[in-house]
């Protein structure tokens, strides 16, 4: 088992910043994806950003150039640092992992960007 506990969330006005922080515990071994995915009242849940085990990154349109998605291995943690936010980024993030045979989603974390 494992378990995703997001922090980082909140308010910001629009061009404004925040990192999210999800911290990996249980059973983490060879956990390979991690991922950002965040939904917004009314629309489905979307793919924001993600890193493989090799770090490679990919993001989704809407937030290249304004997000960065970053691992750090020996804690366990991903982050996500989120610039020049715009009120359409107004979402709950989730963190999600996965490795072979097993995938696991975070809470989530409410971001709310103030126009």
């Known amino acids: 088992q494992v378990q995703l506990v997001e922090s980082g969330g909140g308010l910001v006005q629009a061009g404004g910043s925040l990192r999210l922080s999800c911290a990996a515990s249980?059973?983490?071994?060879?956990?390979?994806?991690m991922a950002w995915y965040r939904q917004a009242p009314g629309k489905q849940r979307e793919l924001v950003a993600l890193i493989t085990s090799t770090f490679t990154t990919r993001y989704t349109d809407s937030v290249k150039g304004r997000f960065t998605i970053s691992r750090d291995n020996g804690k366990n943690t991903v982050y996500l640092q989120m610039n020049s936010l715009k009120p359409e980024d107004t979402a709950v993030y989730y963190c999600?992992?996965?490795?072979?045979?097993?995938?696991?989603w975070g809470q989530g974390t409410q971001v709310t960007v103030s126009s």
């Open positions: 999600y992992a996965a490795r072979q045979g097993d995938y696991y």
């Open positions: 249980g059973t983490i071994f060879w956990l390979n994806t």
